[in-house]
């Protein structure tokens, strides 16, 4: 879906900016006038107006010190001092943010990033993909089941999964549900990781947990490592109090660009504009078009900026969108999302990344082995292949090593549930599994112990890059 964008009267903003409505900078809304991509048919209602008009009163969902935070952290993960971990679900739903699903997913990045800390010797930055991801792209607009055809599921925050009229129908109140579900969401994040849910010892049980499955024994000497690691630190006396707590970035791809314009705030600080749903927000690989609507609006707010870059990019793409989203050449603004798929990541990324290097630019490059690897199964699920996966992985890591380029990051669509979405893993999921264990409303994810076991493979894969 391609259209103008609609305009919108924020004249009636209160001047401070702040908290009580959007940012007034009239540059914020040049993207209305672009073509925009992927956007819901819900523009020019009384209904739209007062749904966008209430988020601009609601306060930030995030703050602007803690985007500040997350833009030096992204820093030094592009010079190869840190390394970004960035997971969750495909497509966040209502009905999902509950207190043991999120306290779930938090746990598996936790445990992740613990493993990927060991391999790499450095800060892992964790980021979940919740609090905000409710919006997806779709290759049609429409779905047609035995004769009829209704508007295509886009996500919670646009309408509902059921195949009736009234769930399909585009509600723009989904917006203002998807923020109060975002802010408890976060509510429960900042709880879990600020609280001593994520202390270190406890988190270090939890994977011994994991290598209790003797489908795993092949990580022994990993696991065998990392826990006499921290034995070694009790015995010395470590401040495991401080290690109680640790950073928690939210992020998601922005996509509704009503949304995320009517939660943009004016910093107090600095008189800059900040996207307060998030983080790190990222531009998919479908609306990326250098004269379109997402790219504009993203180039003009302070959050650190993620792109989808797919195996039609090339090299003057990419120096393309450094210009446009990163002009000032701004350590940790830009990080480039990279998702080729297994067959070609060898292939077409290195002319990219060369293109890149003599450039001068320095971005944050990160793997997302998930979307270039989605085939269907035979009894028609879609699927990924874990094999598929780790291979994209292992020939992204190849690439930035002979370019002498930093491999700063890994983006994954994960869950901590034991569901059953794609085939293999040590402890192998089959395609008999997923008439029970397929949960998904969109794309396929790797489940807790596929997630963990990833960790492990790329943990081997970082102490190489150290070496």
């Not at 819901?40 to 500040?68: C, I, K, M, N, R």
């Not at 996509?255 to 998030?278: F, V």
Request: proline share 5%.
């Amino acid at each position: 879906m391609t259209q103008t964008a609609p305009q919108f009267d924020f004249s009636s903003t209160s001047p401070t900016g702040t908290i009580s409505g959007p940012a007034a900078d009239p540059q914020l809304d040049i993207w209305r006038e672009l073509p925009i991509a992927q956007q819901p048919s819900w523009h020019g209602t009384e209904e739209y107006e007062q749904a966008v008009a209430e988020l601009g009163t609601l306060p930030p969902l995030v703050f602007a010190g803690e985007v500040d935070v997350l833009r030096e952290r992204l820093a030094a993960a592009a010079e190869g001092r840190a390394f970004l971990l960035q997971g969750g679900d495909c497509a966040e739903t209502f009905a999902g943010a509950t207190a043991d699903k999120i306290s779930a997913r938090v746990k598996t990045i936790l445990q992740m990033a613990v493993v990927l800390t060991y391999g790499a010797s450095m800060p892992v930055i964790k980021m979940g993909r919740m609090a905000g991801q409710f919006a997806k792209p779709r290759s049609s607009d429409s779905e047609t089941r035995d004769g009829v055809t209704l508007p295509a599921f886009r996500g919670d925050i646009v309408n509902g999964y059921e195949f009736t009229e009234e769930s399909r129908r585009h509600n723009p109140q989904r917006m203002v549900k998807a923020y109060h579900t975002s802010a408890a969401t976060l509510n429960l994040i900042r709880a879990f990781t600020q609280g001593g849910f994520a202390d270190l010892r406890s988190v270090h049980q939890w994977n011994q947990g994991f290598m209790a499955n003797p489908a795993h024994s092949k990580y022994d000497v990993l696991a065998g490592e990392i826990d006499r690691a921290v034995n070694f630190m009790s015995a010395c006396g470590a401040d495991f109090e401080a290690l109680k707590r640790t950073e928690f970035f939210a992020a998601h791809e922005a996509l509704l660009l009503d949304y995320e314009r009517a939660l943009t705030r004016t910093d107090s600080r600095t008189g800059l504009p900040y996207d307060t749903s998030a983080h790190f927000l990222w531009i998919g690989e479908r609306t990326r078009q250098l004269d379109g609507a997402h790219v504009d609006f993203l180039s003009r707010v302070r959050n650190p900026i993620g792109v989808k870059l797919g195996p039609t990019t090339t090299g003057d793409d990419a120096i393309a969108l450094i210009n446009k989203l990163d002009p000032n050449r701004e350590p940790g603004r830009l990080t480039f999302i990279t998702r080729m798929g297994a067959g070609n990541i060898r292939e077409k990324l290195p002319a990219i990344v060369e293109a890149v290097q003599k450039e001068g630019a320095k971005v944050v490059w990160v793997t997302d082995p998930m979307h270039g690897n989605t085939v269907t199964s035979q009894n028609g699920y879609k699927t990924r292949r874990f094999d598929d996966v780790m291979d994209e992985v292992a020939g992204f890591f190849e690439v930035h090593r002979a370019l002498g380029s930093v491999a700063g990051g890994l983006h994954v669509e994960m869950t901590g549930d034991d569901v059953a979405e794609c085939l293999g893993g040590s402890d192998p999921i089959r395609e008999d599994q997923f008439d029970a264990l397929y949960e998904s409303v969109c794309d396929p994810r790797l489940n807790h112990m596929q997630s963990l076991e990833m960790a492990f493979l790329v943990a081997d894969s970082l102490a190489h890059q150290k070496s």
